[in-house]
């Protein structure tokens, strides 16, 4: 008996849009946090690690308010939309993007650190302004942390479950992703399909880590 | 080669260590700015070059302000027409060779410049270089394609901090006649950093000596020379002499050279490529140099000269006591035992002799 597809695909779906989203974030906000000197920063820092130490469940349940169609950003979507943003694709990817958020920006902080200023200093030495120096220097010089990024959030988006679970509940084809099917599988004593899904994850996130850290031989991952 | 001034008015203050510097400084060919490690050299040029954000005060090259505090100017390093050669080189790791050379000459062209890629190539010998990534070259190596792009950025003005630093001495002496030939192939001045006295008298006619973060002297290098002991501020050197001299005659035969120095004459070993009228830099360790009061007889020592005592430094706690000897216009520093001193019965404007054991060519790492 084959599986449902349908998850799979949404999985896929959700990861890579969530990882471009959080890539174009998450350049910058990583640059600002590897060169900043402001107060400021430690209090950035600890916002963006948030949430690596909160339960799925905490997020997911601020989320839902901030969501509501009766709060600023529920009435602002549902307006701009027509629809809600809770139980909806959108609002997953709006979730994923936060929980993912420092699988994205501590990899890009740590590869722009090891970059260090003296290669931008160089740079600059040479005519070339900040961006352009960010664009032909840094971004080139750090291309192993912003693969590990993309790819650790790719990971982490497809393997997220609590969440998505409150934010997005259950709906085919909407936002029932792989590991929500899985947990309906179980529970509904599908245990032949639950396998199937649960060890193609595993074989997944396996095969995924065992590349990121092949790649990374030179430095610690932040987060791992 | 344009006579360009920069004029400086600058403090930057850290916790630890704070730059004041306020001078004018006359840039033509090689400039030096000397000092011990820790004296606000390094920091004085990243100010220069735009580096040191945190700097108050005024900077102008020639008839343009790249910093002015007061007006709220700071004009950005990638806007100065700097270049900056740095200690550990900074080639861009994840290009090639060819691909540093690139990055300098195009944004070079985007400023309306006109670098010249084969010219550079040639002039500073990395032709077989042009394909290998930057992180497999060696210290020398490195340093050479640090130069090439500085000259393909096509600078008003470069900035050299410590260039030699980290490299044996045979990579120096292969590496020294590019940097001396750089504010030629480069069209502007170089302004570069040294801690070693060596170098200076080598490359630089100007010299900028810093201690402390300040200024101390600020000139032509056979003016301040004569009228400041710089050695003790080179690293691991002694008091020594720097002397300016022409060549008066070669002899093959001998392989001896007569210099000219203060109206009297010097023998050295003869120098490849070294021609009559050429001017050379002498380097004279204090050490080195003996005195006697009268004409010594027949001995192995060649140069031997009627000098005048002058200044004599000596304190009841040193062993050695310093004495300057003048031979005609120049001066020579003597290092000798207290004991010699007292001995002689030396005293200032007395006529002796200088004995010089060793006298060098600067610049000559051998």
Redesign the interface.
Known sequence: MMPDLGPVLLSLHLAAVTTVILLVIGVPLAYWLATTQARLKPVVEAVTALPLVLPPTVIGFYLLILMNPSAPLGAAWVSLTGGTLSFSFAGLVFASAIYSLPFMVQPLQSAFEAVGR??M??????????L??IW??LL??S?RGILTACVLTFAHTIGEFGVVLMVGGNIPERTRVISIAIYEHVESVEYAEAHILSAGLLVFSFVTLVGVYALNRSYRLRVS | MSADRLSLDIVLARQTFSLKVREDVALEGVTAVFGPSGSGKTTLLRAIAGLEAQGEGRIGFGETVWQDSAAGVFVPAHQRAVAYVFQDARLFSHLDVQGNLDFAAKRARKAGRSPDMGAAIATFGIEGLLERRAVSLSGGESRRVALARAVLSCPDLMLLDEPLTGLDRAARRDILPFLKSLPEHSGCPVLYVSHDLEEVAALASGIVVMEAGRVLANGPVAEIGRSLDLGPLSEGAGPASLIEATVARIDADSGLMALEAGGETLLLPNVAGARQGDKLRLFIDARDVAIAVERPGPMSIRNVLPARVGRIVSSDTAADALVDLKIGSELIRAQITRHALSELKLETGQQVFALMKSVRLAGDFR
């Open positions: 003296g290669p200093e160089a740079a600059a030495a040479l005519r070339a302004s900040r352009d120096a032909t220097v080139p010089q291309a």
